[in-house]
């Protein structure tokens, strides 16, 4: 079955403690992204992965990194998490040209 | 720049009637179009996808868009909406050139017995 697994689901942190939020992919895509969902926004994407190693930003990279040292693997890290990166976090794997995109479960991030 | 307005927070119908979520978008050239659907605590799940052809394309669960390109619209519609169906609407473009997927603010769908 193909699966994009995000973890954890559900994350309440602190100010400033680093974390990671991980995604993976069985369905051997290329391409996988982050995004970021608030109400009134939609969605946006943070940062984008178009194969191993390489990396892009998407339209609200601030305060975000990601790495891709395998294909199926494309974590988020808040190195210094702020309040303002409160937000339901997706990852998301495949989606270019006329290909749909396969979205992660979502992983609801509180900083306090 | 590439962008999808989605007109209505919330769209409100009872059940068994016809339904229509709105959107328009902007982009260069020919668009790629998308819809997805999220149910409460979910993810996204994709229901149907413009690419070329027929205007009038047809997905999951019953539902089907019409792409209007003179009026830069890609309107979501079901014949007979169920109480199901209440969920978040999301109308997504993408330019032919490149990677990047615009979405919409989202369309709260609310189905009533």
């Known amino acids: 079955e193909a699966q994009v697994t995000q973890n954890p689901r559900y994350l309440i942190t602190v100010t400033g403690k680093k974390l990671t939020v991980t995604c993976s992919q069985n369905m051997n895509h290329e391409y996988m992204s982050w995004y970021r969902q608030d109400p009134g926004l939609g969605l946006r994407q943070i940062y984008y992965?178009?194969?191993?190693?390489?990396?892009d930003k998407g339209d609200v990279p601030e305060g975000y990194k990601v790495s891709r040292k395998e294909k199926r693997n494309f974590p988020l890290i808040l190195e210094s998490p702020s309040p303002n990166q409160t937000s339901l976090y997706f990852c998301?794997?495949?989606?270019?040209?006329?290909?749909?995109?396969?979205f992660g479960q979502g992983t609801r991030l509180t900083v306090v | 720049a590439q962008s999808v307005a989605q007109p209505e927070d919330q769209v409100n119908v009872a059940e068994g009637n016809p339904l229509t979520v709105k959107c328009t978008y902007s982009?260069?050239?020919?668009?790629?179009l998308f819809w997805y659907v999220q149910y409460p605590n979910r993810g996204l799940q994709f229901l149907l996808k413009?690419?070329?052809?027929?205007?009038l394309v047809k997905g999951s669960y019953g539902f089907e868009a019409e792409f209007n390109k003179s009026q830069t619209s890609f309107h979501l519609k079901k014949p007979s909406a169920l109480v199901s169906d209440s969920a978040l609407y999301f109308c997504?473009?993408?330019?032919?050139?490149?990677?990047?997927?615009?979405f919409g603010k989202g369309t709260s769908l609310l189905v009533t017995p």
């Open positions: 998301a794997s495949g989606g270019t040209m006329n290909t749909e995109a396969f």
């Open positions: 982009v260069s050239g020919n668009p790629y």
């Open positions: 992965s178009m194969n191993v190693e390489v990396t």
């Open positions: 997504a473009v993408r330019d032919r050139a490149g990677y990047a997927l615009n």
């Open positions: 413009y690419i070329t052809g027929d205007n």
